[in-house]
């Protein structure tokens, strides 16, 4: 009874925590959120993962903040993106896994009884398997501070410009 009561509150948990997009927020214990490293004095590595429901454009917008936010946090006026990426995991998972008559097989044989004749109504072979594919998105980006004027450079960003024009599509946590 508790071993089957402890699931039920995990899944309702998982449940929860995945129902919305992934939040501007630091990745303390979890792969989602920002997080960054320090490569030397004016050099960092900043990267954002978002859940299965935050999409790219989303992921690549709080990454572009994170590093705006940290350039001003550590006395610099504007930051340079020296390398950048954007890595993708996309997992497939039969529909079946959300039927609530799902019995936990997916492989059904039909097989004859003499009493009730033909029992079973799947074929692995010939009938389609339905699936639903989800997909993961974490940006990075290693970036070189600096101090004064932006550069003239399209990889050359002002940190408080970025700033104010993002401001409106970061998304904070909800307080519990």
Request: proline content about 7%.
């Amino acid at each position: 009874m508790k071993r089957s009561l402890l699931i039920l509150l995990s899944i309702t948990v998982l449940a929860a925590c995945t129902s919305m997009p992934t939040p501007y927020q630091p990745a303390v214990g979890s792969r989602w959120g920002y997080e960054e490293n320090q490569i030397e004095t004016d050099r960092f590595r900043v990267s954002f993962g978002g859940n299965s429901i935050t999409d790219r454009e989303t992921v690549e917008t709080y990454l572009l903040y994170r590093a705006a936010e940290l350039t001003v946090e550590q006395g610099y006026d504007h930051f340079e993106v020296v390398e950048r990426n954007v890595d993708s995991e996309t997992r497939r998972f039969p529909s079946e896994l959300h039927n609530p008559r799902y019995r936990g097989f997916f492989v059904h044989y039909s097989y004859y009884h003499p009493r009730w004749g033909w029992r079973g109504r799947y074929d692995p072979f010939w009938d389609d398997m339905h699936t639903r594919e989800i997909t993961r998105f974490e940006a990075s980006a290693e970036i070189v501070l600096g101090e004064g004027p932006k550069p003239d450079h399209p990889r050359a960003f002002d940190a408080r410009d970025v700033m104010s024009n993002l401001a409106d599509d970061i998304v904070l946590p909800q307080p519990e």
